[in-house]
């Protein structure tokens, strides 16, 4: 059992500064994005990557059993681009969710698929919720996202409030000249929906 202990020790990652043990582990399960936000593609979005270039399902859950696990990354977050754009996503958390040693499921997404698919989702195995959200109102939707959007967003943060979810949180990016003035607003919106509020520098 000793050797046991001291072999996890020795796999563990470890900030090199503080020493401090690395436990959560990012996987974007693609580049994809409907949304044009202007402070994260303000060029435009690059040509998206061919389908053959993503890591498969059974790629993801095999670096997650074999290397990631093993060395203490056990708080999986799912990202993209858009998460809920990679077809079978729901199929890929039941899969990360049955790995011995997975502690917790996190998604990050823009909400604009979210209403069909957050029960699923939360019944596979997503624990912790985030969805992104800047403003309330839909022409500045608009000038952010590019895409006049703002219902089915509204409609996905809805349903993930309906899901049982361990946690939920919003995240804003407040911009200077443009929602400022509804950072109150958003804090109130999400609390009564119950979502954590979490604003974001730019």
């Not at 020493?19 to 996987?27: A, G, Q, S």
């Not at 985030?130 to 996905?156: H, I, K, Q, Y």
């Amino acid at each position: 059992r000793r050797e046991g202990r001291a072999k996890t020790r020795e796999m563990t990652l470890l900030d090199p500064v503080l020493r401090r043990p690395h436990r959560k582990l990012r996987i974007s399960v693609t580049d994809r994005c409907a949304f044009r936000c202007s402070y994260c593609v303000p060029d435009g979005p690059p040509a998206p990557l061919a389908r053959e270039a993503l890591l498969s399902f059974e790629e993801i859950t095999s670096f997650v059993r074999r290397a990631a696990v093993p060395r203490g990354l056990t708080r999986l977050r799912l990202t993209g681009g858009e998460p809920l754009q990679r077809r079978g996503l729901v199929e890929l958390v039941g899969q990360l969710r049955a790995i011995e040693g997975v502690r917790s499921i996190g998604l990050t997404t823009n909400g604009e698929r979210l209403a069909e698919a957050a029960e699923d989702l939360q019944k596979a195995g997503v624990d912790h919720l985030n969805v992104s959200l800047d403003t309330l109102r839909r022409d500045r939707f608009l000038e952010l996202v590019r895409l006049d959007r703002l219902d089915p967003v509204l409609a996905g943060i809805d349903a993930g409030a309906d899901a049982p979810f361990a946690s939920r949180k919003l995240n804003c990016v407040p911009l200077r000249g443009l929602n400022e003035d509804e950072l109150g607003t958003l804090i109130r919106f999400g609390a009564e929906r119950g979502y954590e509020v979490r604003f974001i520098e730019f």
